[in-house]
């Protein structure tokens, strides 16, 4: 062998003992984290998902409203954290099972890549740009923690491309071939079995590519670890920023429940014979002959019914409000007399057949009669009946104009 044959043996031992060591530095800065940022969502999840299932379910839309969930108008009229506190619900057995598998296989070997601090503010990055994705394009943000997993897959990808060297093959592989295994499988049961859009999917994966492509892994720098840079700084800001911002929602929607649903929005009947006040959550349908608004497991229907003579609620006989208000199947349980706002209101409930809350306010202003009926089948019938306390309490007529 001469002696440039030596020399790139030589040079060749070299770059394969410095490989050795880079992967070395690496495997052992994998062990030095501990992925408590993914156990902390993941309990954070579970435990909310317990306390709705302990007090009457996770399908339960209202309840789902009530603690973050984005609905239609919600986040138009400015509650952003709406689009952070989704990803903290789920609905059902089967929905938490498959997001919390997904997100504990690969989120607390992601964290360990990246270190607690830029692993959470990857988190972030993913859950936002994956609801504003979902809720531009696809008109809805789908709830629980799909957007963490899909940005950790692609921070993965991105890893596996453009640091493979620095890994071990079975991790290089991993973090390419079988994130891309991973993506198709979750992106086949999001299309098929949940029937969601795949804009959010695409948002939240892109955000994790580039979250990786501008900040580095913590193992594959070559500092000392224990040097807090001001870029880990930011990232833990922005991290914690995530469980503060769900504390808020859940503070706002257990110890506030009267405010939950939204800010109130003013309607204004036909004619503007009379305005009334709801829940954003809550849109206006068509409705023949009356007024719809339609929500999450709760509808509110108004209507006018113009009379021959002025009625007197206080002494109208039973059968002929029975006749009137309440349709058939729908037996009377109780009928009172509610003073509401300085007006007199006769309020009626009933249960239907199918089970769920329907409840009547009947107002009677001279020639016309007024009647809020709301009908709840979503389970939470508190909510439900603040909600219809709070039209009758806001509902103000506007005859002969």
């Known amino acids: 062998m001469d002696g440039e044959g030596r020399l790139d043996a030589a040079q060749d031992r070299s770059e394969e003992k410095a490989q050795v060591e880079r992967v070395a530095s690496v495997v052992a800065r994998l062990k030095e984290t501990r992925p408590w940022g993914t156990w902390s969502l993941a309990a954070i999840c579970i435990a909310i998902f317990a306390w709705m299932e302990g007090t009457g379910g996770s399908t339960r839309p209202l309840t789902?409203?009530?603690?973050?969930?984005?609905?239609?108008?919600?986040?138009?009229?400015?509650?952003?954290?709406?689009?952070?506190?989704?990803?903290?619900?789920?609905?059902?057995?089967?929905?938490?099972?498959?997001?919390?598998?997904?997100?504990?296989?690969?989120g607390t070997t992601l964290e360990r890549y990246f270190g607690n601090a830029?692993?959470?503010?990857?988190?972030?990055?993913?859950?936002?740009?994956?609801?504003?994705?979902?809720?531009?394009?696809?008109?809805?943000?789908?709830?629980?923690?799909?957007?963490?997993?899909?940005?950790?897959?692609?921070?993965?990808?991105w890893i596996?491309?453009?640091?493979?060297?620095?890994?071990?093959?079975?991790?290089?592989?991993?973090?390419?071939?079988?994130?891309?295994?991973?993506?198709?499988?979750?992106?086949?049961?999001?299309?098929?079995?949940?029937?969601?859009?795949?804009?959010?999917?695409?948002?939240?994966?892109?955000?994790?590519?580039?979250?990786?492509?501008?900040?580095?892994?913590?193992?594959?720098?070559?500092?000392?670890?224990?040097?807090?840079?001001?870029?880990?700084?930011?990232?833990?800001s922005l991290g914690l920023s995530?469980?503060?911002?769900?504390?808020?929602?859940?503070?706002?929607?257990?110890?506030?429940?009267?405010?939950?649903?939204?800010?109130?929005?003013?309607?204004?009947?036909?004619?503007?014979?009379?305005?009334?006040?709801?829940?954003?959550?809550?849109?206006?349908?068509?409705?023949?002959?009356?007024?719809?608004?339609?929500?999450?497991?709760?509808s509110v229907q108004i209507a006018i019914i113009s009379l021959d003579a002025p009625i007197d609620l206080a002494t109208a006989k039973e059968t002929k409000l029975e006749d009137l208000e309440i349709r058939a199947g729908v037996p009377v349980t109780a009928a009172t007399l509610q003073e509401v706002s300085g007006k007199r209101w006769l309020l009626i409930d009933g249960v239907a057949r199918a089970g769920g809350l329907q409840r009547i306010g009947i107002l009677s202003e001279g020639r016309a009669l007024f009647r809020i009926w709301l009908v709840s089948t979503g389970g939470d019938f508190e909510e439900a009946k603040r909600i219809h306390l709070r039209a009758m309490e806001s509902f103000r007529t506007h005859l002969g104009k």
Request: net charge positive; with cysteine.
């Open 242 to 298: 995530l469980f503060a911002v769900e504390g808020y929602v859940l503070w706002r929607g257990v110890a506030s429940p009267g405010s939950a649903l939204g800010p109130e929005v003013t309607h204004v009947g036909p004619g503007s014979r009379y305005e009334v006040s709801l829940p954003a959550v809550l849109v206006s349908k068509p409705s023949q002959g009356s007024e719809l608004f339609d929500g999450p497991g709760v």
């Open 118 to 157: 830029r692993f959470l503010a990857l988190c972030v990055a993913g859950q936002v740009a994956g609801a504003i994705g979902a809720w531009r394009f696809d008109s809805v943000v789908p709830l629980g923690s799909w957007a963490f997993f899909f940005a950790s897959c692609g921070a993965a990808l």
């Open 64 to 106: 789902l409203f009530r603690l973050g969930a984005a609905g239609t108008g919600l986040v138009e009229v400015g509650e952003w954290w709406r689009l952070i506190s989704a990803a903290f619900l789920h609905v059902g057995m089967l929905h938490i099972a498959i997001n919390m598998f997904s997100l504990l296989s690969v």
């Open 160 to 236: 596996g491309v453009r640091h493979g060297k620095d890994l071990l093959p079975a991790a290089q592989r991993w973090m390419t071939r079988g994130m891309l295994f991973w993506v198709g499988v979750n992106a086949m049961l999001w299309a098929t079995y949940f029937h969601c859009g795949l804009a959010g999917l695409a948002g939240s994966l892109v955000a994790g590519a580039l979250f990786a492509a501008l900040v580095p892994p913590v193992v594959l720098r070559h500092d000392d670890r224990r040097t807090r840079s001001p870029l880990t700084a930011v990232c833990l």
